[in-house]
């Protein structure tokens, strides 16, 4: 046994140790024992009886919560066992708030305090009205595109067209009596920077680990972010590992184009707007790696995100928004959709970690050894050089989307390539992967094969059907229409 989220051990008394106690009241609770070492081992207790009294009162004079305090035996001596119970408003000793995170106490302070102390009153930093900003300082397209968007995707009621700026911004809930409230100001007035600092995106490309090629900055408010910073990544910055099946070269981005997108969503609807630092993408030419100023939920662990977890948005107007607008879910599924997109192609799964001040997802390539860009000799037959910035009129690679391959030259009698094959053969109706194969002349159902259709179904040119008898497991594949 150990120091835990809700357990520490002292040797002794101090009143210093009140400030322990404040961190649990303003954490999950927990208990502090004294009179064990930092091994858990009992080292007994002195004068437990006037501690008894002590303890308890200091604990209601100078903090103003109530504990439990008890005196314990176990074979080796005595100790106290302090329990202390979680507390829904904030706790300060001497003005400072403590938090128990972890085996460790932390004193908050700037953001920190902020959003904590926000959270304790039933309030979220998005939440809080921001004077000095009117109706007619948000951005009217804006706020005509969502209407088209929200009603396109069956959240906002079709009637929505038709209401008044005002009306959809009270629809959202986005004001507080006559000012509107900051999520309001980050999704619809053009420049939030002008009043949160660090409300844009930066995008850079490393030849190496500090070696900056070139940079860009993205600003405007939130749907201009999402929107620019994924179509620079699609096509500026755009990256693929190459590979070669014949004359065919294939380009395997190291995250397919949904997958891409919802992590740029993700960033920017949970990121904490009370940090001054921008959202940061660096990309590599094996990776791209997305830095995000924030933390997770509170008692929330990596292993928690990564599996199956209730929706709990760090800005939960922000993250309605973008709900009723049809970009994301509610159900908490963002890190699963990112997950199943790369499974769903063939691509790395994606890797999370928890850094200083924020959050970094990275997206790898897979294998070694391959042909990459900049510097290929196909990419120099090509003419194009991906490592500097596109220019009008350079040719766009959709290489951010699901895998594809190209010819690099276009003779006139050009060998099918399997996927190729596999649409033509559906061409005359749905077959199984059985029927496919043998179509094919393959004696049995290749891993090539279930490859290529799992990558023509992520692309979108054939579709599972449903078996014609329902008892049948006959699961069958058409081209889409």
């Not at 501690?51 to 103003?64: C, M, V």
């Not at 693929?240 to 995250?255: D, F, K, L, N």
């Not at 060998?415 to 596999?422: C, G, K, M, T």
Request: net charge neutral; proline share 7%.
């Amino acid at each position: 046994m150990s120091e835990a989220q809700n357990l520490e051990w002292k040797s002794s008394w101090r009143d210093e140790y009140l400030k322990w106690i404040c961190g649990f009241a303003n954490a999950q609770g927990g208990v502090l024992e004294i009179g064990k070492d930092d091994r858990g081992e009992i080292v007994g207790v002195k004068d437990p009886l006037r501690l008894l009294e002590d303890i308890p009162n200091k604990a209601q004079s100078l903090l103003g919560v109530v504990v439990d305090v008890n005196l314990k035996s176990e074979e080796g001596g005595e100790y106290l066992e302090i329990r202390v119970d979680p507390y829904p408003n904030p706790i300060s000793y001497k003005g400072e708030y403590h938090y128990r995170s972890g085996s460790t106490k932390q004193v908050l302070r700037g953001a920190a305090l902020n959003r904590f102390l926000l959270r304790r009153h039933g309030r979220t930093w998005d939440d809080a009205p921001m004077p000095g900003v009117g109706m007619t300082d948000l951005d009217g397209r804006t706020l005509d595109e969502y209407r088209r968007r929200g009603i396109a995707s069956g959240r906002l009621p079709p009637d929505a067209l038709n209401e008044s700026d005002s009306n959809l911004i009270e629809m959202l809930r986005l004001r507080e009596g006559e000012y509107l409230r900051r999520a309001a100001i980050l999704l619809f007035h053009p420049d939030p920077a002008r009043f949160f600092a660090g409300a844009f995106v930066k995008i850079g490309y490393f030849r190496a680990e500090a070696d900056l090629a070139y940079q860009d900055v993205i600003e405007g408010n939130l749907f201009v972010q999402v929107d620019r910073v994924v179509d620079l990544l699609r096509t500026k910055y755009s990256k693929a590992r190459i590979s070669y099946e014949g004359i065919y070269r294939r380009e395997t981005p190291p995250a397919p184009g949904s997958a891409l997108r919802e992590a740029v969503m993700n960033a920017v609807v949970h990121r904490d707007y009370s940090n001054p630092a921008p959202i940061q993408i660096r990309v590599y030419d094996d990776r791209i790696a997305l830095w995000n100023p924030g933390a997770l939920p509170p008692g929330w662990t990596l292993e928690e995100l990564m599996a199956t977890h209730a929706s709990a948005p760090q800005n939960p107007n922000i993250a309605n928004a973008f709900f009723r607008a049809g970009m994301i879910e509610a159900w908490g599924r963002g890190v699963a959709d990112i997950v199943r997109a790369c499974r769903a192609t063939g691509t790395a799964a994606p890797q999370w970690g928890l850094e200083p001040g924020g959050l970094r997802l990275e997206f790898v390539f897979i294998g070694a050894g391959d042909e990459r860009r900049p510097d290929s000799a196909a990419q120099a037959t090509a003419g194009v050089r991906r490592d500097a910035p596109r220019k009008p009129g350079d040719p766009v690679s959709d290489s951010w989307g699901d895998e594809q391959r190209r010819p690099e030259s276009q003779p006139e009698s050009q060998p099918e390539s399997l996927a190729q094959r596999v649409l033509r053969q559906l061409a005359d109706g749905p077959m199984s992967k059985a029927d496919l194969s043998r179509s094919l002349g393959q004696k049995r159902v290749s891993g090539q094969l279930n490859k290529v259709i799992r990558l023509l179904v992520a692309d979108g040119r054939i579709e599972r059907t449903m078996p014609e008898k329902p008892q049948s497991r006959l699961q069958m594949y058409r081209l889409t229409n």
